[in-house]
């Protein structure tokens, strides 16, 4: 991999984004390297994945211009749905992923950082959809999660006058759950990480899937999901140790459930 580092710390793994240079900005090449990173995930053992770029100025700046300035119409079609199918593996991913966001995450990189299940950032991060500036709509899934998260009224707002808005905005609105001075940005991910981890990863599995699922569909719908993903929970080893432990004598209780099953 030229572009994508990937590290694996017990049931945490963390996929940074590196091409500081270019500000992390997504190519081609980037983002074939982010959906075989995801691929060779191994689930078996990772439970929270926690996704960032390298250096303090930039999380993703965007996607390539350089590269996007000389498509055809064909071909900005093709590059919107590269991306688009890598953040939807991210996005569907059956374990959680916790944006890190520190710095530029504009355009590609507000769009991906909503595919991630959680989104914490640093002081200086500013967040954005410009495109409309470049002569584009957002491709890469910007219109549709914008809204999703943050409300059909903002989300118009910031996209159609493509502008940036700083990290304590960005948490006003909930487009992040909480901001950090730099320097503790990476230090706050992991301990969110590894108090996910810590869950029985069966239930954060099935919790993912029925928020996920159940937003796409009625709200009776929704419910017979969850329904099913509850009941998939019982009989389970998870089930068992955690509910035992619960009603344990208070002598024979334990702080951290030894949760085995992914």
């Known amino acids: 991999m030229d572009f994508i580092l990937y590290e694996a710390d017990g049931a945490v793994a963390t996929i940074t984004i590196n091409r500081p240079k270019a500000l ?26 926690i996704l960032t770029g390298a250096g303090d100025k930039s999380f993703v700046a965007g996607a390539d211009i350089g590269e996007m300035s000389t498509l055809t119409k064909a071909e900005g079609e093709a590059f919107g749905k590269k991306g688009n199918d890598v953040f939807r593996k991210l996005e569907t991913l059956p374990i959680p992923v916790i ?74 609105i909930g487009l992040v759950n909480a901001v950090y001075p730099q320097e503790e940005l990476m230090e706050q991910a992991k301990k969110m990480a590894a108090t996910i981890a810590k869950n029985a990863p069966i239930a954060v599995r099935n919790c993912k899937k029925a928020i ?43 702080k951290v459930v030894p949760f085995k099953n992914c």
Do not use: H, W
Request: proline share 2%; charged share 25%.
């Open 24 to 49: 992390n900005a997504l190519n081609s090449q980037v983002l074939d390297e982010l959906d075989k990173t995801l691929d060779a995930i191994d689930l078996d053992t990772i439970r929270c994945v």
């Open 99 to 172: 944006a890190a966001v520190n710095g530029f995450a504009l355009g590609g990189g507000c769009e991906i950082s909503m595919s991630c299940d959680i989104r914490i950032c640093s002081e200086n991060a500013m967040f954005g959809q410009p495109e409309a500036g470049l002569g584009i709509t957002p491709g890469f899934g910007g219109t549709q999660r914008l809204a999703r998260t943050v409300g059909v009224g903002m989300a118009k707002q910031l996209i159609y006058t493509a502008r940036n808005i700083k990290a304590d905005e960005a948490y006003r």
């Open 212 to 254: 996920n699922d159940g937003l796409q569909v009625d709200i009776d719908q929704a419910i017979v999901i969850e329904e099913k993903l509850f009941g998939d929970c019982f009989e389970t080893e998870d089930q068992k140790a955690g509910m035992g432990n619960f009603l344990a004598p208070k002598d024979q209780k334990v």
